[in-house]
């Protein structure tokens, strides 16, 4: 994420990430014994599934979010997170980043750590690793994701020193990442980027064995690895496209993990020989308001609305089982982890379903006797339900409410426009509040650059359009500014907090669920728990998964 991000740009990547069905996939775990396991039940072989093949092994490159899972038993990064959520702590890194000045920061990194070929990992590596995305000659993928830094250096043999563009609050989260995975600068560059691609070399606690495109890859144990070695032998990852099949496959014991489709979560939780788990997909799913447009530009109609809907039985009616309340128009999991007051939220602004409420706000906003409204819609039913379960309670209030179902093309153009009364939207903001928050309701007259032809902030319902002079929009996209750049956990939070409640007392969307996936893995497996935070489930500080003989 930068700082400078035009309109239908942050629109689109409801696209990629949330509209079509793009889901986070979990790198889990499964597998067969294999000869020469020990009675200790350490060894064996997890066959995990994926449903699609990958396309490049090389970090740098690689745009699958599956495959970007797996490689993190590949490759290793700077920092890590907690499987909780709860703080990023070194991992490839001996201290988290010390600040210099205002853009500088230094991290010395561990002695002794070994690439899979041997070699010793130096600064020299690292700084290379960094340096190569940001190189435009290389073309990487990740190449936006590093932008806002300026230049990493090695400043010591173990010592490397990031030069930011700006400050950015962010900087430690994305050393988690395998947008900033290291990789031996020698090995690299002797190879080049295609054949490294086809034969990586990482220093995580696997590596590459095999790769059959289109039918499997298989990882081995790396007996080297800088921290604890793992108790599996092997990880083979199957490409099964159907999730049914990879199902089926899970319950004769063919397979020790795969994704479970919602249509049958109902047997997966019935099988003794099976483990589940729903983990949050770290998205945001509801209906926006355009306060340009009346009546929705009365804030009392907006909350009126919030009176004509059960939200539990919206979210069943959208999502069933694989579907989480949302508070703050952010994931369970984000608010959990950032100790965020989201009881409180729910208690105050996501009321109990009251018509005779809902029509005393209206009546005191000077629509007692209803309107016509247009709702759109895609014809993805996770969206049309929404809508649907909203016109109805709208008619019980006299509300006369048509719903349009329209294509993505033309969602996007009636954002773009500011063309809708009511309209639908998905986000896939990721584990920090700066990715729902800024992308969904910073005021985006205030960035560097605007678009000529820039209308509003439509995920926004737009607020700050309708409200020029509200000091108390204001004070809200001035927080989520400054929480991309103050680096305490503890004031993010307190900004987060009064950016989240000002736009709640506005009631600007109708919030109403974050998706989950659903993995199982067989109970053979032990000392396993996949989390949404936690890169490699199977082998970290804090578990190291074996399987039973």
């Keep these: 994420m930068t700082e ?30 294999t000869e020469g396991d020990d009675s200790s039940g350490t060894g064996g072989t997890f066959v995990n599934t994926t449903s699609e093949d990958a396309t490049t092994l090389d970090p740098r490159m690689n745009e ?20 909780d959520g709860s703080e990023i702590i070194p991992h490839l890194a001996t201290e988290r980043p010390t600040q210099q000045d205002e853009t500088t920061y230094t991290v010395p990194i561990r002695e002794g750590v070994k690439f899979h070929n041997g070699d010793e990992m130096t600064a020299k590596d690292v700084a290379y690793s960094f340096s190569w995305v940001l190189d435009a000659d290389n073309k990487s993928t990740n190449q936006e994701n590093l932008a806002f830094m300026d230049s990493v250096e090695a400043s010591g043999d173990y010592e490397v020193t990031f030069n930011l563009k700006h400050p950015y609050a962010l900087f430690e989260l994305v050393l988690t990442e395998m947008n900033a995975a290291i990789v031996p600068k020698k090995d690299a560059e002797n190879k080049g980027q295609k054949q490294f691609a086809q034969k990586p070399v990482g220093s995580g606690p696997f590596k590459l064995k095999d790769w059959q495109s289109g039918s499997h890859l298989t990882l081995e144990r790396y007996d080297d690895y800088f921290l604890k070695t793992a108790n599996l032998k092997e990880l083979k990852y199957r490409v099964i496209p ?91 999991e984000v608010n959990e982890a950032w100790d965020f007051p989201w009881q409180e939220w729910r208690d105050k602004y996501y009321p109990e379903r009251d018509h005779e409420k809902a029509k005393q706000l209206l009546e005191e906003a000077g629509y007692g006797d209803g309107f016509d409204v247009s709702m759109s819609t895609h014809t993805s039913g996770k969206f049309k339900n929404m809508a649907i379960k909203l016109q109805n309670e709208m008619d019980q209030v006299g509300i006369n409410a048509e719903v349009r179902e329209v294509t ?24 920090d509040p700066d990715g729902f928050y800024y992308y969904l309701f910073r005021n985006m007259r205030n960035d560097d650059s605007v678009p000529d032809d820039f209308v509003g902030n439509a995920s926004a319902g737009m607020l700050h359009e ?12 001035e927080n989520i500014r400054k929480a991309r750049k103050v680096q305490s956990r503890d004031e993010r939070r307190e900004l987060y907090i009064e950016a989240a409640e000002a736009f709640q007392s506005e009631y600007p969307h109708i919030p109403v669920y974050s998706e989950q996936s659903a993995t199982a893995w067989s109970t053979k497996v032990n000392g396993y728990d996949p989390t949404a935070f936690a890169a490699q489930p199977l082998c970290n500080k804090w578990s190291n998964a074996s399987l039973e003989n």
């Excluded at 400078?4 to 014994?33: I, Y």
């Excluded at 479970?260 to 983990?279: C, F, G, H, W, Y």
């Excluded at 993505?408 to 584990?431: K, M, N, P």
């Excluded at 309708?466 to 996209?477: E, F, I, R, V, Y």
Aim: glycine letters at 10%; one cysteine or more; charged letters at 25%.
């Design 242 to 332: 159907e999730p049914e099949t990879a199902f089926v496959e899970l319950g004769t014991g063919n397979v020790h993990q795969s994704s479970v489709p919602k249509t049958l979560l109902s047997e997966a939780e019935s099988k003794d020989n099976l483990q589940m788990k729903r983990i949050s997909q770290f998205d945001y799913n509801g209906l926006v308001f355009n306060a340009l447009n009346e009546p929705f530009g009365e804030r009392k109609v907006r909350e009126a609305m919030q009176y004509l809907v059960d939200y539990d039985e919206m979210l069943s009616t959208t999502k069933g089982k694989l579907g989480k309340r949302i508070y703050g128009f952010m994931p369970k």
């Design 64 to 83: 699958l979010a599956w495959v970007n899972s797996m490689m993190h038993y590949l490759f290793d990064t700077l920092l890590t997170v907690k499987p």
């Design 4 to 33: 400078k991000n035009d309109a239908p740009l942050d629109r689109r990547r409801f696209l990629t990430m949330s509209a079509l069905g793009g889901a986070t996939v979990l790198a889990g775990c499964g597998g067969q014994t």
């Design 408 to 431: 993505i093309g033309q969602w996007l153009e009636e954002l773009d426009a500011g063309d809708y009364d009511v309209t639908f939207y998905g986000w896939s903001g990721g584990q």
């Design 466 to 477: 309708a409200n020029p002079n509200s000091d108390k929009l204001a004070k809200a996209d």
